[in-house]
T-cell receptor
Framework: AQSVTQLGSHVSVSEGALVLLRCNYS??????LFWYVQYPNQGLQLLLKYTTGATLVKGINGFEAEFKKSETSFHLTKPSAHMSDAAEYFC???????????FGTGTRLTIIP | DTEVTQTPKHLVMGMTNKKSLKCEQHMGHRAMYWYKQKAKKPPELMFV???????INESVPSRFSPECPNSSLLNLHLHALQPEDSALYLC?????????????FGEGSWLTVV
């Protein structure tokens, strides 16, 4: 079985400040990990993903995430928040041979001007 | 072109109506999905088609009936829905040619059942 836990349903940061969204996973086999963003009234857009190889993954819009197996974590960061980053962020996991994504409960990111 | 197109964007239907949601992709993807998303919740998987065959049905009520006419199209037929079925319905696709494929989502169809 696989699962994802996102700590913090709401995160607020000031414009220009560091963004840190937390994601911990549980998986019995090596996981494939994803971060998706959902802007209001829109579908989901892939920010970045980890499958194999380099554990620091860079994505779109200046976001990056680091896969830490020892901590079962895949936290999302961005050095400097922008107003346009305000959205819902979902961490998700899938397993080998299984295209089924399991989503976390999501984190709503608010940017304070 | 990483685009999944869904129609209609908005649909209001009565509990006795029959309607359909449509989804199309031209990326050559061989897996297609339907997800349901309620407000302030994560998407929940409903169905997966792999190579035009239904491979996953997450115990969805029979009032939802999926159809995959060909590798580019995916439909969701709706009949005798309940108000609690009101939600955003997301279609998605992926290449299905290796593990860890990215799943690409459409903009969704907003369904309101009255």
């Amino acid at each position: 079985a696989q699962s994802v836990t996102q700590l913090g349903s709401h995160v607020s940061v000031s414009e220009g400040a560091l963004v840190l969204l937390r994601c911990n996973y549980s998986s019995s086999v090596p996981p494939y990990l994803f971060w998706y963003v959902q802007y209001p009234n829109q579908g989901l857009q892939l920010l970045l993903k980890y499958t194999t190889g380099a554990t620091l993954v860079k994505g779109i819009n200046g976001f990056e995430a680091e896969f830490k197996k020892s901590e079962t974590s895949f936290h999302l960061t961005k050095p400097s928040a922008h107003m346009s980053d305000a959205a819902e962020y979902f961490c998700a996991v899938s397993n080998f041979g299984n295209e089924k994504l399991t989503f976390g409960t999501g984190t709503r990111l608010t940017i304070i001007p | 072109d990483t685009e999944v197109t869904q129609t209609p964007k908005h649909l209001v239907m009565g509990m006795t109506n029959k309607k359909s949601l449509k989804c199309e992709q031209h990326m050559g993807h061989r897996a297609m999905y339907w997800y349901k998303q309620k407000a302030k919740k994560p998407p929940e998987l409903m169905f997966v088609y792999s190579y035009e065959k239904l491979s996953i049905n997450e115990s969805v009520p029979s009032r939802f009936s999926p159809e995959c006419p060909n590798s580019s199209l995916l439909n969701l037929h709706l009949h005798a829905l309940q108000p609690e079925d009101s939600a955003l319905y997301l279609c998605a696709s992926s290449p299905a040619d290796r593990v860890g494929n990215t799943i690409y989502f459409g903009e969704g169809s907003w369904l309101t059942v009255v």
